[in-house]
């Protein structure tokens, strides 16, 4: 009498897997949450299923739940927690199987336990650190998170803190490892050993549009006179073209009355009508039309052509910007009233 040979399933497999054993209703209402890549790759997975065993199915949810629990204990008290728990449940083995397959499959970032930390409680914690430090840790914090805590930070060591997360590359699972040990005195585990990117300079751009304007100001002087050229390439990124949509009329009126025409027909080549709706909005109706027979008229223009009027253009709001004749508005400031 032959035994049936055990069957292997990928990960994909078991996900297309639980979805056929939990029924249709449970099933479509996952569906609706995922991607329309990942749909075609689970429908994909289903049609190519044969037929299942029971004790398959039973293994695929018992693995299911394992992971949800594995993950909530994760998300109560880091990894390490979670690993204990599982240990005292389910052995010690089986607790590093799930914890490692958890980690590797939904990707936990570094510093899970600082993300959940209040940011003032938070600022008390890292503010005596050595600046690379807090750079490391900021790199992995949402950017409003980020922006308030290096908005309490000492003035003198902002600018520093800044440059080192504009200047930070990758970051080895080690060094990761080592900071958090030191920091939260526990080991987490980081099964995938490619190295981590973080930091760079549009995390700074993302972290100084969060801040208040004084501390974006404190901090682009300091990085002037330390790294003129870090300083120039943040300051390029800190307002896009596209963001002239978010200035009030009078503003656009007055960066309007600073533009070269030429200039303005080139820039407004390549974005999209919300854009240029706007300008046409706020020029006369004879400016618009022969705006507009401009853009025509020009015929096709080079990427990097358009991209320098554009550079150009943004160049003149940030200088109406600093000298008081425009408000471009920033996260944690008062709205204006009229």
Do not use: W
């Amino acid at each position: 009498m032959s035994t049936a040979a055990k069957t292997e399933y990928s990960g994909k497999q078991k996900a297309a897997i639980f979805l056929l054993t939990v029924g249709p209703d449970v099933a479509s209402d996952i569906m609706k949450r995922l991607s329309e890549a990942e749909v075609d790759t689970l429908t994909y997975e289903i049609a190519r299923l044969d037929k299942i065993r029971p004790e398959d199915k039973e293994k695929v949810l018992q693995e299911f739940q394992e992971l949800m629990m594995a993950q909530e204990f994760i998300s109560r008290g880091g990894i390490d927690q979670a690993r204990a728990i599982l240990e005292k449940a389910l052995g010690t083995q089986k607790a590093i199987d799930i914890v490692n397959r958890l980690t590797s499959s939904l990707q936990v970032r570094p510093f899970d336990f600082v993300r959940r930390q209040d940011p003032a409680q938070l600022l008390n914690f890292i503010q005596n650190e050595h600046p690379q430090t807090i750079a490391l840790i900021l790199s992995y914090l949402d950017a409003p998170k980020s922006a308030l805590i290096m908005s309490s930070l000492p003035h003198q060591i902002q600018a520093d803190v800044t440059r080192r997360i504009a200047k930070m590359d990758r970051t080895s699972p080690e060094v990761l490892r080592e900071v958090e040990r030191v920091l939260e005195r526990k080991l987490s585990t980081l099964s995938n050993e490619d190295y981590t990117m973080a930091g760079g300079v549009d995390v700074v751009v993302e972290v100084l549009n969060n801040v208040d304007r004084s501390t974006e100001k404190s901090i682009i002087e300091a990085l002037e006179e330390e790294d003129p050229e870090l300083a120039e390439e943040i300051k390029k990124k800190m307002f896009v073209f596209e963001d002239i949509v978010l200035l009030d009329d009078k503003a656009i009126q007055k960066v309007l009355r600073e533009l070269d025409n030429q200039d303005l027909a080139k820039a407004l080549k390549a974005v999209d009508t919300e854009v240029q709706e706007k300008i046409f909005r706020n020029m006369s109706k004879r400016a618009a039309a022969l705006l507009r027979e401009d853009m025509e008229f020009m015929g096709p223009i080079r990427l990097k052509d358009v991209e320098e009027a554009q550079q150009k253009i943004v160049n003149i709001i940030r200088k109406l910007e600093e000298d008081g004749e425009i408000v471009v508005a920033r996260a944690g400031e008062d709205e204006l009233v009229t």
